[in-house]
């Protein structure tokens, strides 16, 4: 059995997630208790269903720390557990609230939005770390269901290097391992023919190439991310994201995630995200 479990915080697009799962057939299960999890999982076994998935949020957040354990042990027995955790920044999900009126699950108790959501995030943060992450402040929901889609459709059995493109201008991504800065390399947005292209196209690329300063930045992050990864795979990682920014996200981190992705292409699963092109 193929299970994912999907949690994070509360306005981070988990409707989003188990609505995809849902329609790529997964048997979902919305904000089960914790307690039931390992019950739940070996019911719909026992019905024949081979893919599910199931929401955990914060409202079990007593028993999290139990979390780890159910994994390990439902692993154990043969089921293929992944965990996806959803997250976004405060201030984004302060304002997705705003619009849509909704509470915060955790508004019980006369505490304010960002109040609420600080909670959740200390809730949350050991089940950040228990499978791959998500960073949807600065994501249309299209483009939340495009990841989710290349996520599921991932060899769980290899490691999976992500190299992302962003814009320092528009903030940090929460769910990045290693953040490289590329803002100190020519910027192809002062050259008025090439300002309103993408680190995609060739006509960038060749202008990136031709510098000295790229082409030795370029290999010492290659070198870096090769020289640790089998520290990453000793460790048992399944996800490892390598994050990439200049100030727009636009020209050269694009390329820096573009040609990375492609030179690691050769010996491990690769996916490549822009953020800002998105």
């Not at 201030?91 to 849509?100: C, I």
Request: glycine share 6%; hydrophobic share 40%.
């Amino acid at each position: 059995m193929q299970l994912i479990l999907v949690s994070g915080l509360s306005g981070s697009g988990k409707s989003i997630a188990l609505n995809v799962l849902e329609d790529s057939s997964y048997f979902c299960v919305d904000n089960l208790p914790l307690p039931l999890l390992s019950q739940t999982a070996h019911y719909l076994l026992g019905r024949g269903i081979t893919q599910a998935a199931i929401s955990i949020d914060s409202r079990s957040s007593s028993d999290l720390n139990q979390l780890p354990q159910i994994i390990e042990t439902l692993r154990q027995e043969g089921l293929d557990v992944r965990v996806l955790f959803l997250e976004a920044k405060t201030d984004e999900l302060v304002k997705r609230f705003s619009e849509t009126r909704r509470r915060h699950p955790l508004s019980d108790q006369g505490r304010t939005l960002t109040e609420c959501i600080e909670l959740e995030q200390e809730q949350l943060e050991a089940v950040s770390d228990l499978g791959h992450r998500m960073d949807t402040s600065a994501i249309s929901p299209n483009t939340l269901r495009a990841w989710i889609k290349d996520f599921i459709s991932l060899d769980r059995s290899r490691l999976t290097l992500l190299f992302q493109s962003f814009g320092f201008k528009h903030g940090i991504p929460l769910d990045a391992d290693f953040v490289f800065d590329v803002r100190c390399l020519p910027n192809p947005h002062y050259d008025p023919a090439l300002r309103p292209l993408t680190g995609k196209d060739q006509a960038v690329c060749a202008f990136l190439q031709k510098d000295p300063l790229v082409q030795k930045m370029l290999g010492d992050i290659g070198r870096f991310v090769a020289d640790w990864l089998p520290c990453f795979i000793r460790d048992n990682r399944n996800y490892l994201t390598i994050a990439l920014g200049c100030t727009g996200g636009q020209h050269r981190s694009v390329f820096f995630a573009e040609t990375l992705a492609a030179q690691f292409d050769k010996n491990y699963q690769v996916l490549i995200r822009h953020r800002e092109l998105s």
